[in-house]
């Protein structure tokens, strides 16, 4: 039996306590006595200590069996590609901290996959809203101006109106003022003339501010256009266009001696035919199956179109090695000692009028879009073309 020897002892002294003259009596010696007996029956067993202490190893060895748990994680190293953390973890019986430094990563957000933001990122998204609330205000300053000249016109056609009805009245009443009738009606003209400009010049305002801007991005290996069914739906066609050095054709009208200009660098639009490029439902784009050569021939069998960027490339094959015929240029896709590299092309799309390529060339000024730039990359490891931004 277990028994706490100091509520004894306590007990013994209190008794002893008792000891003095006329002190002790049967009753007091019974309470001690029933003390005591409390006491040995509230004792603990042998058995409870054992139960205790079998629970109490069982607990240590499952800590052993797990024993370190984890204590801090905080940011360390960064490189290009990830954001590494740093792991703390203390041992749950002698308590030793350890820490792992860089062992865990976090990938960098891009266009194609989620991840951590880096503070340049941060500072773009922060330039990005600055610029569109400038252009949102611009907008607004000249739907303003609109406004502005809107009210003018009205107010020059009500002004119009009333010098009719006095130059009409004048005529009718007094026949020497015919002469000064006349100078009047030569400055009515003037002035419709100036209000049917001025009407000229909002119609163009507003269909500068009516036509969104394009843009585009990759989603599962297509091509997507924002805003193009705006494009579509008023008449426009989609053409792709090529940062290369090249000679555009020359208009045999102007120049019946030579086919070619002066060469240049610029973006220089493939083919020219407005039913090279269309689109599906979603605002993805396919090309024309065709050879690059025949993007410019205008055959009567029906066209086949696929999303794959591979048809805007036209990449050549050779008895060495690959290559991507770039305006005046040869792009090989594989370096000296034949190993293949990886390659970035730059391309862009836009939207405008069909026109005679025979005779004219389309430069991006007589697009009715912006010029929405995506490039074509190609990975050495698969051998294959991918679009990208």
Sequence with gaps: MAINTSTITQLISDFRALSQKDSISPESLGVLLQKLADLINSAASDADYKAIYDAFQKLVANIAAVPTALYKL??????????????????LINGVTM???????????????????????????NSTRTGLAALQKSHTELAS??????????????????????????SEGIADLTENLQVTNDDLAATQKSVEENARGISSIKKITDC??????????????????????????????????????CSLQNFPEKRRGNKHKGWHVIGGLPNNVKFDSNGFALFRTSPLDEWHDQKDAPFTYAYAPDYIIGVKDTADKRYVPWGKKK??????????????????????????????????????????????IFDPLTEEFHFGK
């Excluded at 406004?147 to 056609?157: A, R």
């Excluded at 026109?355 to 929405?372: M, Q």
């Design 145 to 170: 101006k609109v406004s502005s000249l809107e009210t003018s016109v009205s107010e020059n056609g009500e002004l119009l109106a009333r010098v009719a009805d006095e130059a009409n009245y004048c």
């Design 331 to 376: 792009v090989k896709l594989a370096n000296n000692r034949g190993n293949y590299m990886m390659r970035r092309f730059r391309f862009a799309i836009g939207f405008g009028k069909s026109y005679e390529r025979d005779i004219a060339w389309l430069s991006p000024g007589k697009l009715a879009s912006n010029l929405a730039e995506f490039t074509v």
């Design 212 to 249: 969104p801007r394009i843009a585009t991005s990759v989603i599962n290996g297509k091509l997507q256009i924002y805003n193009c069914r705006y494009y579509i739906q008023n008449g426009y066609y989609a053409f792709v266009f090529r940062l290369t050095s090249k000679r555009n054709r």
């Design 99 to 125: 820490v792992l430094k860089d062992s865990l990563f976090i990938r960098q957000a891009t266009t194609e996959r989620a991840g951590a933001m880096r503070a340049q990122q941060v500072s773009d998204l």
């Design 74 to 91: 905080e940011q360390g190293s960064a490189d290009r590609n990830d954001i590494l953390m740093n792991v703390t973890t203390s041992h």
